[in-house]
């Protein structure tokens, strides 16, 4: 996961307007530092569970967050784990999965009346770093775009608003992402994709290359995120 927070944690967590002592599902945050970020939006009245698969970044998580409920565990369809006021997504790079996976899972843990947020990878997720690997010819353009992309906003919010969901309504989808190098970010990729190390360093290179820089990167994140409520 990022080094820090990422541009679109305080835009989801403005969107879900928390409130005092409500039950919140947060789902895979991939690292403690968005999951102690969520719990101090939440407040101590508040109770938080969290959902992760990845076994390091659940610990972590739950080593940080001794109060919270971390369960090692990923979202499936129709899959609940309770009922909660808010339900917050916001994976970095999850598996590709249907607009409606997410959606059924929404309307299975969210009480009547709760709120949610999900703000999922778009189908290109980071154009500048497909790109790169395109330039260069290299072997895992065709993964990344096979195992790092996810739905259109509109497609999501239709798919939310057909479990019953209402008011889903689309946010603002383009940011602007601050990495210290190149190989930030190819790192972040190989740990969240299993990007082999080798095709991981040749498009740290490729990226230099194409941004005329090896330090302080601007790259664009393009995010399909909904808000609403059930």
Request: net charge negative; glycine share 6%.
């Amino acid at each position: 996961m990022l080094s820090h927070e990422p541009p679109w944690l305080p835009r989801a967590l403005q969107a879900l307007d928390l409130r005092r002592g409500e039950r919140l599902l947060l789902c895979l945050p991939g690292s403690d530092e968005v999951a102690v970020a969520v719990r101090t939006a939440l407040g101590r009245n508040g109770s938080l569970t969290v959902i992760e698969p990845r076994r390091a970044a659940a610990d972590a998580i739950a080593r940080a967050l001794p109060d919270a409920t971390v369960a090692l565990a990923d979202v499936q369809q129709g899959f609940r784990v309770g009922s909660f006021d808010a339900v917050l997504a916001l994976p970095f790079a999850p598996p590709p999965r249907e607009a409606a996976v997410w959606a059924e899972f929404i309307a299975a843990n969210l009480r009547p009346g709760g709120r949610f947020v999900v703000d999922l990878p778009a189908p290109v997720p980071m154009p500048d770093v497909l790109e790169a690997a395109r330039d260069a010819r290299l072997p895992c353009a065709d993964f990344l775009a096979q195992h790092w992309t996810g739905p259109d906003a509109d497609e999501l919010a239709a798919s939310l608003r057909s479990q019953g969901l209402r008011r889903a309504e689309t946010l603002l989808g383009t940011h602007l992402v601050l990495f210290a190098s190149p190989f930030e970010i190819t790192d972040v990729l190989a740990a969240e994709l299993r990007l082999p190390a080798d095709q991981a360093f040749e498009l740290g290179s490729s990226i230099a290359r194409r941004a005329h820089a090896t330090a302080d990167l601007e790259l664009r994140a393009m995010r399909s995120a909904v808000v609403g409520m059930r």
